[in-house]
Structure formats: structure tokens, C-alpha cells
């Protein structure tokens, strides 16, 4: 097939998978059907979806996978998620019952799933679904009933709301604005982890204009002070990633993006203090 395909279209991607990931190890299946191909290159990128509730963003198993692909002669081959996202409201499931979660939660549970998986060998990332199904696998009201950015309305404990954008579709929008242009092969990581008290922090570089563009959050439910250096300008604009508001159904697509909450803080020294939050922020 692969051949095939090549012949037909020799800029066509071989994908393969699906992985379903359960976020921190790959399975068996995938690692004895990739050391079974012997370095044999009849594909091109790999496939792990995601899904998840909005704390387990993290794509650990990635470096599982860059690791063996690049064991097994596969450097070039990339790393994709070709189904991935979080929910929202509280779908039907057999018991133990899944937790309930907000639209404010995956919102901000997608820049970060965003900003760190591909600032970790992640490659490309595609969300579930703009519009979200309706009885999906004859389940309605299951959890691939709620992960669309927009509502259809129907089976995910919203009423009279199809085609209402949630505020997961505008903090995508705003991501895709802030950071349309990256350098996407060098983001750079400045602080991650409980190295850093679970503060994250990361700089975007647009390849067109060299603006940087810093993103960060905290996952520590104390305040933490950050300073970050080498900032060249006499202040910053600091933009919340998340709109201010608890539903989409709240917004006026026109004023977009005035309802994302913004300030301005002084430069001293070449030099910006912050306390992030849960609740990612754009600065710059």
C-alpha cells in the first residue's frame, strides 16, 4: 500500500496507527508492529490519540515513542494526534461516573495540551472535532458527545444551543492568532515541571517578524512569583488565554477578542514579575 500511495502521490503521508494512548506508556501492539517492520521506511508519521480529562494533558508517552522511533532508524518520522481533546459538562458513562468539567476547564486544558505536547515531540496536533457528535457510537450523551469546540445542541447537557461556539473555540482562535508564524521545530522551554514549583513557561518566535511570544501557567495552588529576563521593551501586554466569561453561549462573536482580559506591566531592568495561574496567559 505504501508503495502504492508514493507512486501515486510522492509528497503523500504514510500514517500510521492508531495508538490510543493512555498518556504515560505505549502499548505492546505498537512497539512489535514497529520493531517488525525492521527499518523497513514504509511510513511517515505515527498516530497516538488523546483524550482524557482536562488535568491529564500531558502526551507523556511521546517520548516513549520518539525514543523507539529513533532506535529503529525512524528519526525523520513525526509525531501526530489525530484525535485528541477533553469534555465538557458530565457525559453518561458506567459508574465510577467521570467528573464533571466546565468550559473555563477545556479551554484551558487545550493550550496547554497545545503548548506543552508540541513543545515535546509532538508533532501535530488535531482536536477531536470542531462541531461535536451526536450519539456517537450509539452512546448519546457519551464523552465524544462533548468534546466539540462548538455545540450541536443535542445529548451533551446543553440545550438550545447548536452551533454555539464554547470558549474552548475562542481560546483556539486567539492560540492560532498569537502564534500563527512559530517556529514550531524550536519553541523553547523555560521552565517546566516540579523543577520549577509547576510553573511552565515557553517562548514562541515568529519566523516572519523574530517577535517572541511567552506563554505560561501555574499548576501550584500557592502563588508563585516569576521573573523573566531579557525582556526588550519598556513594558509588556499580558492577554488571558481563556475568555472572561463561564459559557460561550455569553459571547458576541464580533467582539472578538475583547473579551479576553488584558493589562500592561512596566519593564524594570530589562526585566517582567508575574504570578501565573492555572489559567494560561499570553505575555508579549
Known amino acids: 500500500m505504501s508503495k502504492a500511495v508514493k507512486q501515486a502521490d510522492p509528497e503523500a503521508k504514510i500514517v500510521l496507527g492508531a495508538e490510543i494512548s493512555n498518556g504515560s506508556s505505549l502499548s505492546s501492539r505498537i512497539k512489535s508492529v514497529i520493531l517488525g517492520l525492521n527499518r523497513e521506511k514504509v511510513f511517515d508519521v505515527v498516530d497516538l490519540h488523546y483524550w482524557r480529562s482536562t488535568n491529564d494533558w500531558k502526551l507523556n508517552s511521546t517520548q516513549e515513542m520518539r525514543s523507539l522511533l529513533d532506535s529503529e532508524g525512524y528519526t525523520d518520522v513525526e509525531i501526530w494526534s489525530t484525535e485528541h481533546g477533553t469534555y465538557v459538562n458530565q457525559p453518561v458513562s458506567p459508574p465510577p ?30 482536536w477531536n472535532n470542531l462541531v461535536e457528535w451526536s450519539c456517537f457510537d450509539e452512546v448519546c450523551g457519551g464523552v465524544f458527545d462533548n468534546m466539540g469546540l462548538i455545540s450541536d445542541g443535542k445529548n451533551s447537557g446543553d440545550t438550545d444551543t447548536l452551533n454555539i461556539p464554547r470558549l474552548s473555540y475562542y481560546t483556539y482562535k486567539l492560540m492560532a492568532d498569537k502564534l500563527n508564524n512559530s517556529d514550531w521545530d524550536n519553541i523553547q522551554i523555560i521552565s517546566e515541571d516540579d523543577l520549577f514549583f509547576d510553573v511552565y513557561l515557553y517562548k514562541f518566535i515568529n519566523k516572519q517578524t523574530n517577535k517572541k511570544t511567552l506563554v505560561a501557567w501555574s499548576e501550584n495552588p500557592a502563588p508563585i512569583q516569576i521573573t523573566i529576563p531579557n525582556i526588550n521593551s519598556d513594558q509588556v501586554k499580558i492577554t488571558s488565554a481563556i475568555p472572561n466569561t463561564n459559557n460561550g453561549a455569553d459571547l458576541n462573536p464580533a467582539n472578538y477578542p475583547h473579551f479576553f482580559l488584558s493589562t500592561t506591566k512596566p519593564v524594570i531592568n530589562n526585566q517582567v514579575t508575574i504570578i501565573p495561574t492555572y489559567f494560561p496567559i499570553y505575555i508579549g
Not at 467521570?98 to 497545545?114: C, V
Open 97 to 126: 461516573q467521570i467528573p464533571f468539567q466546565t468550559e473555563s476547564d477545556q479551554a484551558a486544558s487545550l493550550i496547554k495540551r497545545y503548548v506543552y505536547n508540541l513543545a515535546n515531540d509532538v508533532d501535530k496536533i488535531f
